[in-house]
């Protein structure tokens, strides 16, 4: 038994857009001379590299997985937005929703990405695996039914959940956003669910504008199955994991679910350029501690970490190089060049008062 690490060389070629950084070039955006959007290869690619220079990578179990099939996406997925989707990908690529281009072979390509979170919730559930990792590219969490957004182009962890469901294997899931940005997809595809509490860690105020209220605590069977943390810009280390600790784990723990998935962005770390967050690689190790923690004790261990965001080329792999290492155990690490860095730039005592005060807050209209 291992920790699996699903990932493929395929999902880096997702490509396309007319964008400068988050805006579509036109009017007064000049084009960038280099790269469009920020969700580029880059920081996944520098993450399997850098894992394969220290040697984690020969510690865990790599594999592959096929494109998801039709009948997985149509669990989630309207026939006609696929339809859509596959005809634009065949033509050459272009766009359906907001800053999600893609070029031709991008719909194989989501499949393949979805394909590599239903692969790795099934050899968990299975017991082939311990728990695993899926270096999934494009990302999923934003994507509805029908509208693709914030660079997402199918649910890969819906897919995921309803392909386990529809095989039996597991019946009640947790899914833990801590993307930067909040799980809206997510939220709305089990808002009226209560087999899925859906738990979104995310900046205040960030995208999508509209969504992400802690208020919004789902719909019928699935009220109270849905938790929003909006925590103020600058939240740090201290802050993240007082939250874990206080909020998100006693959920999770009253939810007693049979799989845990976490929507794993980086894009809270540091140097983000889409984000105002102060998390560091460590912030990311203790709360997959934690994480895995709350696995052992409540679902035999069972835990998918699912990649979502995180823009920083040069962070983001030492980010995910120390999940990496909580998730499977190992003692190959890769040092943080830019710990004493943020560790002087963490919030002072007084400003972590204050983000206590408001997570206890949050937690006080749950
Ligand atoms: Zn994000």
């Given at each position: 038994?291992a920790?699996?690490?699903?990932?493929?060389?395929?999902?880096?070629?997702?490509?396309?857009?007319?964008?400068?950084?988050?805006?579509?070039?036109?009017?007064?955006?000049?084009?960038?001379?280099?790269?469009?959007?920020?969700?580029?290869?880059?920081?996944?690619?520098?993450?399997?590299?850098?894992?394969?220079?220290?040697?984690?990578?020969?510690?865990?179990?790599?594999?592959?997985?096929?494109?998801?099939?039709?009948?997985?996406?149509?669990?989630?997925?309207?026939?006609?937005?696929?339809?859509?989707?596959?005809?634009?990908?065949?033509?050459?690529?272009?766009?359906?929703?907001?800053?999600?281009?893609?070029?031709?072979?991008?719909?194989?390509?989501?499949?393949?990405?979805?394909?590599?979170?239903?692969?790795?919730?099934d050899?968990?559930?299975?017991g082939?695996?311990?728990?695993?990792?899926?270096?999934?590219?494009?990302?999923?969490?934003?994507?509805?039914?029908?509208?693709?957004?914030?660079?997402?182009?199918?649910?890969?962890?819906?897919?995921?959940?309803?392909a386990?469901?529809?095989?039996?294997?597991?019946?009640?899931?947790?899914?833990?956003?801590?993307?930067?940005?909040?799980?809206?997809?997510?939220e709305?595809?089990?808002?009226?669910?209560?087999?899925?509490?859906?738990?979104?860690?995310?900046?205040?105020?960030?995208?999508?504008?509209?969504?992400?209220?802690?208020?919004?605590?789902?719909?019928?069977?699935?009220?109270?199955?849905?938790?929003?943390?909006?925590?103020?810009?600058?939240?740090?280390?201290?802050?993240?994991?007082?939250?874990?600790?206080s909020?998100?784990?006693?959920?999770?723990?009253?939810?007693?679910?049979?799989?845990?998935?976490?929507?794993?962005?980086?894009?809270?770390?540091?140097?983000?350029?889409?984000?105002?967050?102060?998390?560091?690689?460590?912030?990311?190790?203790?709360?997959?501690?934690?994480?895995?923690?709350?696995?052992?004790?409540?679902?035999?261990?069972?835990?998918?970490?699912?990649?979502?965001?995180?823009?920083?080329?040069?962070?983001?792999?030492?980010?995910?190089?120390?999940t990496?290492?909580?998730?499977?155990?190992?003692?190959?690490?890769?040092?943080?060049?830019?710990?004493?860095?943020?560790?002087?730039?963490?919030?002072?005592?007084?400003?972590?008062?204050?983000?206590?005060?408001?997570?206890?807050?949050?937690?006080?209209?749950?």
């Amino acid at each position: 038994m291992a920790t699996g690490f699903f990932w493929d060389e395929k999902c880096f070629w997702h490509a396309g857009g007319n964008y400068a950084f988050t805006l579509p070039i036109g009017g007064h955006v000049q084009p960038l001379a280099a790269g469009g959007l920020p969700e580029s290869p880059e920081t996944k690619r520098r993450l399997k590299n850098l894992m394969d220079v220290t040697g984690l990578s020969r510690a865990l179990d790599l594999r592959s997985a096929d494109e998801a099939t039709r009948e997985d996406l149509l669990r989630v997925h309207p026939a006609t937005y696929l339809d859509a989707f596959k005809s634009l990908s065949d033509q050459g690529g272009g766009e359906l929703g907001r800053r999600t281009p893609f070029a031709q072979g991008g719909y194989e390509i989501a499949a393949l990405s979805a394909g590599l979170a239903v692969a790795a919730v099934d050899a968990v559930l299975r017991g082939d695996l311990d728990n695993a990792y899926a270096l999934s590219r494009p990302p999923g969490h934003h994507c509805l039914p029908d509208f693709p957004n914030g660079f997402c182009l199918l649910a890969n962890i819906a897919i995921a959940i309803e392909a386990a469901k529809a095989k039996g294997m597991a019946n009640r899931f947790v899914v833990l956003d801590w993307d930067v940005h909040h799980g809206n997809g997510t939220e709305a595809i089990f808002y009226d669910r209560d087999d899925v509490l859906t738990i979104s860690l995310h900046q205040d105020g960030n995208y999508p504008l509209d969504t992400g209220a802690v208020t919004d605590r789902g719909r019928g069977a699935g009220e109270g199955y849905n938790i929003n943390l909006p925590l103020p810009a600058g939240a740090g280390h201290t802050a993240y994991l007082y939250a874990m600790d206080s909020i998100v784990i006693p959920q999770i723990e009253a939810f007693d679910p049979d799989l845990i998935i976490v929507a794993c962005g980086f894009d809270a770390g540091a140097t983000d350029p889409l984000a105002r967050m102060l998390a560091t690689a460590d912030t990311f190790r203790q709360m997959t501690l934690r994480i895995k923690a709350a696995a052992e004790k409540l679902c035999g261990g069972r835990l998918v970490l699912v990649h979502e965001g995180g823009y920083s080329e040069v962070y983001v792999p030492f980010c995910g190089h120390a999940t990496l290492e909580a998730l499977s155990g190992s003692r190959i690490t890769a040092a943080d060049p830019m710990a004493e860095a943020l560790r002087v730039r963490q919030p002072g005592p007084r400003f972590d008062a204050f983000l206590k005060g408001e997570i206890d807050h949050l937690a006080s209209l749950l």
